[in-house]
């Protein structure tokens, strides 16, 4: 690529910070290096015409576990760890709104719902069970039991007479998030650099040299937010995981309002305004959703149909209107990964199925490691 000395002067001499990824997680942290460093120069890098991994591809659920996924990572984490995750999820939430603002942002809070099929005897007996010692857990950061039994009232098919009450998560428009953060970027001064991938980078004394497809630049710090394509950045410790939606054109009297879980967070749905956003079905083909390839697969928007016609929508008419996918961050671990990888690189990845909460503190907790 052929730059003019303007080009040069403007946008690629003395680059303090250098972000890769302008997800939620890219942004955040370029907006803390600008509060912490005003006058210096940030780009962030993002290899799609929009970002192209989850921020925008997300349902929109602003969330911090249901019961049962909780209960799951209970027996993978140690208590402290989950109620470390979570708070850090609830603290992000609060930074989110802070930000940019309820309105920006549409905030809804009109609670969470967890959903059991009728034959998860045992998943279900487990959550009732375990309930009063969550709601314990949990007691120190919210205050008030954070779930409760109650019986369904949205006329599901096919599942228990009682789904679990969450009146602290609530639902947000991704699509005005990522605009309202990509503003505010914007006018902080930050330069946003679209369709660029960065294909490698090397530590040159001082700065390090980013290379993109036809073109490198010197930076004095490279921050990589970069998710679930952070493979070969963390040697393995992330992996990529494909999630794919669906929406529904509007409903006549949809009854369903709120965010909904069910199967153990394997599938999600919730209302936007008068449509049914329907995400899931990873647990059907692991290996196949282990990509970073945006497509859908026949077998899962199969099974997301199926559930709206039996489970979701048993009494009511709808039409498809729209699928996509995304792709998320996961490992081993829920933590996500907010470490210095060598003098001048970072890296904040691994976000999980939950990063709208947790992506403002990740990307702030990222920033303040320079
Ligand atoms: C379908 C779906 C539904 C979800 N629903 C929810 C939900 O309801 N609630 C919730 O809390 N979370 C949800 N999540 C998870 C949440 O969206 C993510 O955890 C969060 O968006 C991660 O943000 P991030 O900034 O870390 O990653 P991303 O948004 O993936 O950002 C990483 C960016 O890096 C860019 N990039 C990667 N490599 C390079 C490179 N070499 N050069 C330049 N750019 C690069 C990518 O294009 C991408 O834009 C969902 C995810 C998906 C996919």
Known sequence: MQLSYWELKNWFSNVDYTVVGSGIVGLHAALRLRERFPASKIIVIEKGMLPQGASTKNAGFACFGSLSEIIEDLNSHTEQEVVHLIEKRWKGLHLLRQRLGDTVIDFKPFGGYEVFLEEQDSMYA???????????????????DVFAKQVDRFGFKGTKENVIYNPFEGQIDTGNMMQALLKHAYTANILILNQHT???????????????????????????????????????????ARAQVLITEPIANLNIKGTFHLDCGYYYFRNIENRILLGGGRNLDFEGETTTELAQTEIIQNKLEQLLKEVILPNQDFKIAHRWSGIMGVGNSKKPIVSQLSEHVYCGVRLGGMGVAIGSVIGTELADLV
């Open 126 to 144: 487990n959550c009732i069970n375990k309930l009063p010692f969550v709601n314990e857990m949990l007691r120190s950061l919210f205050k008030s």
């Open 198 to 240: 960065v294909t490698a980078i090397s530590e040159k004394g001082s700065s390090v040299e980013i290379a993109l497809n036809d073109f490198s630049f010197s930076s004095k710090k490279v921050l990589f937010a970069t998710n679930g394509f952070a493979n070969k950045l963390t040697n393995g410790e992330v992996k990529p």
